[in-house]
């Protein structure tokens, strides 16, 4: 059949397929219906994104806080090497007796520590072997015993007399090592008041120099002027001391401290090197519990 251009087009069905139904016609536009501006379609399209940074910024936010409130080595790639300090227990200042004021108490002139001595004295760190001798008799040092840490026998027998002359009561030490072989002592001299230390020590134990009196061990030392510009407790006054090369088997470090009616000594040692950073925290951690 020829179709003629007059005539409208057919629909031409393969006889091998059922009858296709007939295309649907296109949607009539109705010219009555409004038309979206354009300025609203953008206002809907910043809306859709706002809301979406705002959940994005609200998980971040609580990621930052989630790793805030973390500890460094619990996060995963921020973890970091020890740097040297031990691991303390935590520390308690021992109660005062009913009635009596702290050391650096307005009605406490003498500067008196009312509080057990032996009680004051910082507990050896995680890990350490306690040097048992140390312990004395009932927790008390006899002054020879502290005094033997002194090599020079004329040394030991004028500081000796220092002690007596300035009314030294009672000596309380405790001693450990560590297994990296660090050994650590500790001393805490009381005295009647705390005018009497200040005399004793500055010039008389403690000049700026260098120690008065060399501890075994050491050779020469000189005043560790790192550890002078580390901030120190209230109320204590610190001389720390480190042996300056070249220096034996082992080197020492010590520091003197003055707190109230106490003196304290706090030395350490170690073969090769005295490290800076447990000196520095056992003598931190020490003038805490005394201040």
Known sequence: MSVHEDEAPVTVLDPEEPDAPPPAPAPALDPEAPSVPKDRQVLRAVLRWTAAVTVFAAVGAASAYCIARMERTDVPGLATASDGRWDYPTLTRPPLPSG?????????????????LRALLLPAPEGAT??????????????????????????????GQKLVDH?????????????????????????????VVDELTPGGIAPYGGPAYPVRGDGTSGFDEKFAEIEKPPNVTRYAYAETKPYGARQVRHAYLTAGDVLALVVQSRKGEALAVPFRQTVTLQSQLLA
């Open 100 to 116: 009596s004021p702290g050391p650096f108490a307005e009605d406490n002139p003498a500067g008196t520590h009312h509080a057990d």
């Open 130 to 159: 306690e040097d048992k001798a140390l312990r004395g008799d009932d927790g008390w040092l006899a002054t020879e015993d502290f005094l033997a840490q002194f090599p020079d026998k004329a040394h030991r027998k004028e500081l």
């Open 167 to 195: 009314g030294l009561r009672h000596i309380a030490a405790r001693g450990w090592t560590t297994e990296d072989g660090t050994e650590t002592r500790l001393y805490l001299l009381r005295f009647g008041t705390a005018a």
